[in-house]
């Protein structure tokens, strides 16, 4: 299971740490990723990362401005956002794949069998 924590709402320019804690014994063995989904939208691809953290991936919209990583003896991964827009608020969830599974497009929502609930971030003008 995914638990998702840490929204809330913030002026644009401010920043906001989302947290993503995992139970089972292989989260350190799996991909993870964020994914958004504001009104009316379709999800869409915020950030990845791979088991061991020497790899990230980030959208076109966010780069610069978002940092993901994880700490596996926590079984969390964080999503570090910065210089937050107006555009950025929509309801984040993270999302992990299957434990050992290699993943070639981290961008799929499909490549991710697991889900967390969602938090709302929300970034006021």
């Known amino acids: 299971q995914l638990q998702a924590s840490g929204g809330g709402l913030v002026q644009a320019g401010g920043s906001l740490r989302l947290s993503c804690a995992a139970s089972?014994?292989?989260?350190?063995?799996?991909?993870m990723g964020w994914f958004r989904q504001a009104p009316g939208k379709e999800r869409e691809f915020v950030a990845a990362i791979n088991w061991s953290g020497s790899s990230t991936y980030y959208a076109d919209s966010v780069k610069g401005r978002f940092t993901i990583s994880r700490d596996n003896a926590k079984n969390t991964v964080y999503l570090e956002m910065n210089s937050l827009k107006p555009e950025d608020t929509a309801v984040y969830y993270c999302?992990?794949?299957?434990?050992?599974?290699?993943?070639?497009?981290?961008?799929?929502?499909?490549?991710?069998?697991?889900w967390g609930q969602g938090t709302q971030v929300t970034v006021s003008s």
């Open positions: 089972g014994r292989t989260f350190s063995r799996a991909f």
């Open positions: 999302a992990g794949a299957r434990t050992f599974t290699v993943v070639t497009s981290p961008s799929r929502p499909s490549e991710y069998a697991y």
